[in-house]
């Protein structure tokens, strides 16, 4: 149940925040997470008189994921008549992602108009971070969820209501594999791995970096202190999708940021 | 060589995308048993290629919770599992692609264009 108006739902629903204001909006269990059949509440009358023939064959020839892409076209196409740069960043728990986030937001704010959604499965904590700093931050929660998808950021896109010629971020839940598949409507994919992890991660995981365009190597100030190889991650990565762009960078020390800050302000133009 | 996945039997975390798959199929089969009429489905027929990212596996293990009561619950899966084939972007040597880091057998470059084994669709039902 909603702790914040009472709301029925069961326990794995999906939950929309606006930070600093009451407006929430509850992702129901006809999701694409949840397990359910679909009661039909009526019936459904046959009015005129035809024969059924027993069996129908349907030719579907249709993409499993079919809804998804719809969500995401129709999200691309509205980031594009507004000029909106959509950025998902993917990456495993513990990468940096909300520390880039929260640098990039508070090194950008007042230069460009910026908004968040933060994917987490539970807590509003790092939206919260994000809202203190001033920017707009919306926080879905997806219970079991281990993904975002194309309608939670449709949905959130209602409440955040981003303004034109800005960058939306869109901090995906923790999880290397799942988001892979779910197309949000995003310009750039950009998958952030620390040289805390290994070199072969993107072996180990290619469909992340197969569908992403910018790997953001992150923790940079670290190396001194680690037996990382650099040029082998980044070797491994260019292995399964040789058209990623690199960013190097250090959220804690500011190194590299500014080639980050550079391609995001060049792409809204 | 066989290699033994290890998943979290309680969360699942890492595989629980294979639940949106099926709840995704789900909420196609519904559909189309409503529009045509039909009560249930008695065969699906469902490609899941080789490189499309989901563990066949994790997909039948929650299937079954997954259709309960519903109109796939009886039905019988018919799965086809596309193999990967690429073809070189340089040389332009079509190859198999058993992994999406595979390079080219003839010039050794990375830079492919997949022409099967991300398939990942619902080709034909069959409603009763």
Redesign the interface.
């Known amino acids: 149940m909603c702790t914040t108006c009472g709301c029925g739902g069961d326990g794995n629903g999906v939950v929309i925040k606006k930070m600093g204001t009451d407006e929430h909006v509850h992702y129901h269990s006809d999701g694409t997470q949840t397990v359910h059949s679909h009661k039909h509440g009526h019936a459904h009358p046959h009015e005129k008189n035809h024969e059924h023939s027993p069996v129908h064959e349907i030719n579907l020839e249709q993409d499993i994921l079919h809804k998804n892409q719809l969500t995401a076209e129709r999200n691309r196409g509205f980031f594009e008549a507004l000029n909106i740069l959509c950025v998902n960043l993917v990456s495993s728990p513990g990468s940096g992602k909300t520390t880039l986030l929260e640098r990039t937001v508070t090194d950008l704010k007042g230069k460009v108009e910026i908004a968040v959604i933060e994917g987490d499965q539970q807590t509003s904590n790092d939206a919260e971070r994000i809202n203190k700093t001033g920017v707009p931050a919306i926080q879905i929660n997806t219970g079991k969820g281990c993904h975002l998808d194309s309608e939670m950021v449709s949905k959130s896109l209602r409440l955040l209501n981003p303004k034109p010629n800005s960058l939306l971020l869109i901090e995906n839940v923790g999880n290397l594999v799942c988001p892979a598949m779910f197309d949000l409507g995003e310009k750039i994919r950009a998958v952030i791995v620390s040289v805390t992890e290994g070199e072969d991660k993107p072996l180990k995981y290619p469909d992340m970096f197969h569908s992403s365009q910018v790997c953001i190597i992150s923790k940079t100030d670290l190396l001194p202190h680690l037996k990382f190889d650099l040029e082998s991650l980044k070797n491994n990565a260019l292995k399964v999708n040789p058209n990623l762009q690199f960013f190097e960078v250090s959220a804690e020390s500011g190194q590299g940021m500014g080639d980050w800050y550079k391609f995001l302000t060049n792409k809204i133009g | 060589m066989s290699v033994y996945r290890i998943n979290c039997i309680v ?1 699942k ?5 294979e ?10 089969a ?1 559909r ?1 048993v ?1 529009n ?3 009560h249930a489905v ?1 065969e699906i027929t ?1 490609s899941v290629g080789k490189l499309a ?2 563990e066949i596996d994790s997909l039948k293990f ?1 299937w079954g ?2 259709m ?3 109109v796939l619950e009886k039905a019988e899966i018919v799965l086809l599992e596309p193999k990967g084939k690429a073809v070189c972007m340089e040389c332009g040597t079509v190859f198999a692609l058993e ?3 595979d ?1 080219c057998p003839k010039c050794g ?3 492919k264009e997949i022409m099967s084994g991300k398939e ?9």
């Open positions: 969360c975390i890492e595989k629980m995308h639940l949106s798959i099926a709840t995704s199929i789900l909420k196609t519904e189309e409503e045509s009429g039909g008695k469902l990212g989901v929650i919770a997954c309960k009561h519903t992994k999406l880091y390079s470059s990375y830079f990942l669709k619902i080709n034909k039902l069959i409603i009763m």
